[in-house]
């Protein structure tokens, strides 16, 4: 089990800090290892290690088709002014990846007998729709949509779903304490969804796991480095970048912003930090967009708005729900836990970017011209790109560990993001070379850190943890 550490402690351990330092600037050049899965991809011919990570971070190659399909039932004729129910259960199916079908039940149920009457089939439509949604960046799609209403002739009730993550098989009505069963049918195809990665891997519910899954393997690449490479024992972690301690995004403040000091990370560009080998262009350390063209050298804009802070993170920390409608980054603050840690809304009188979207814009600057790199999509190309979402990665666990009864989504997320799909590119679509192609990684198979499924241990290794899951007491 690899243990996570703070920056802080590393930067102040000079031999652990050069030999990290070693080991990245080691990732830069052109060498995999090819018995070890995770670095099983033809190597990188500009880029070296990093290319992999800023190709999939990156939007621009991989697109992949989704099919929505309506499901249709109807009952039995019902005789309106006799009959009374209790519930309405959903019975669901879908395969998982070894292929092997599962059953699931979702239950609408009153305290109350209820008669059966228009007013009554729209409470169910309205329920059954708290549970699904729609997502404005896909207008003109068709989304997950419930109805249940009469058909006609006005005695037969007609259930139908649109964009439902799952199969439906059969619903079930308790009339008159009797139940009954009707079968779903398969029905016209409604839409073609264009899965992007970006669109899969932020503003949506797989945005922490899809990253957890990148930062894991990021980590086992530099362990790589440091064993073959570097020579050393291979038993070093990602460090993560807790930046409610650091306020401080100067170079020139020697105590606060150590990491941006020349012994370090360097400072804005290579003009005035030419001694850091992250922004030199001797020690060979150039940007590389997606695909692997050359850029130059890498560029920061620090302090754009300083850091997030301490209360900021505190507040998206007791946010009880994971995430929830539209699922997208219009999710509300108050019921997404991960679009409040993303950074998509305001927090009280701070207006967004906040959190993790603000660090990116604090150190990357905003979008233009001469904006740095840690902005734009290319951004793991900058160290502190790990280092941050280390620290992400490290709030979710803790919000884990007090949250255990949350779960991924089951309904809502559009397709490429639902609970049944594999996260892209860990699902083959990205070809074969790809690291991890085919790997069919599920959002809950990397849910808990220090429990990875089993599916997930024979890619990414026997799991890792972190030295501390509590915030910072105070912000300095
Ligand atoms: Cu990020």
């Known amino acids: 089990m690899d243990k996570r550490k703070d920056i802080r402690k590393i930067y102040k351990d000079k031999k652990a800090r050069k030999r990290l330092m070693d080991a990245l600037v080691a990732m830069k050049k052109n060498i995999r290892d090819p018995a070890n899965p995770t670095t099983k991809s033809k190597p990188d011919a500009n880029g070296g290690m990093y290319q992999q990570y800023v190709n999939w971070h990156g939007d621009s190659s991989l697109s992949k088709v989704a099919e929505v399909f309506v499901y249709t039932a109807t009952s039995d004729d019902l005789n309106l002014t006799k009959d009374v129910f209790k519930s309405i259960t959903f019975e669901a199916t879908y395969k998982d990846r070894h292929g092997v079908s599962k059953t699931e039940e979702f239950e609408f149920s009153s305290k109350k007998k209820l008669r059966i009457k228009k007013g009554t089939t729209k409470k169910i439509t309205d329920y059954l729709n708290s549970l699904v949604s729609h997502d404005i960046e896909w207008a003109g799609n068709t989304f997950a949509k419930f109805k249940v209403e009469f058909d006609g002739t006005g005695k037969k009730l007609v259930v ?31 839409a073609d969804f264009n899965l992007r990665r970006m669109q899969i891997a932020h503003s949506s519910p797989v945005f922490l796991p899809w990253h957890r899954v990148f930062i894991r393997m990021f980590e086992l690449d530099l362990q790589f480095a440091d064993k073959v490479i570097n020579g050393e024992d291979g038993k070093i972690a990602l460090p993560y970048w807790d930046w409610t301690r650091d306020r401080s995004l100067d170079p020139k403040d020697k105590k606060q912003g150590y990491l941006w000091q020349p012994d370090f990370l360097g400072g804005t560009d290579h003009t005035d930090a030419a001694k850091s080998q992250f922004l030199s262009v001797p020690s060979g350390w150039e940007v590389f967009r997606t695909n692997g063209t050359k850029e130059g050298p890498l560029r920061r804009f620090l302090n754009g708005g300083g850091l997030p802070s301490l209360r900021n993170v505190k507040y998206a920390q007791k946010r009880k729900t994971y995430d929830s409608v539209d699922f997208n980054r219009g999710s509300k603050s108050s019921k997404s836990y991960r679009n409040t840690l993303e950074g998509w809304v305001s927090i009280g009188r701070t207006s967004a970017p906040t959190l993790h979207n603000k660090v990116h814009v604090s150190v990357g600057g905003e979008d233009g011209v001469n904006s740095g790199h840690l902005q734009l999509s290319v951004s793991p190309n900058d160290p502190i790109f790990f280092f941050h979402h280390c620290n992400i990665d490290r709030l979710w666990a803790i919000w884990q560990r007090k949250n255990r009864k949350q779960k991924y989504p089951k309904f809502g997320p559009l397709p490429g993001r639902r609970i049944i799909d594999p996260m892209i590119p860990w699902d083959g679509s990205a070809g074969a070379s790809w690291l991890g192609a085919n790997r069919n990684i599920l959002a809950m198979d990397v849910w808990n850190c220090a429990k990875l499924s089993t599916n997930v241990k024979s890619f990414l290794g026997s799991g890792y943890t972190y030295d501390s899951f509590s915030l910072s007491k105070k912000a300095p």
């Open 160 to 190: 139908s779903c649109s964009n439902c993550p799952y199969v439906l098989k059969n619903f079930k009505c308790t009339v008159n304490e009797v139940e009954k069963t009707f079968t779903f049918s398969k029905g016209a195809k409604i």
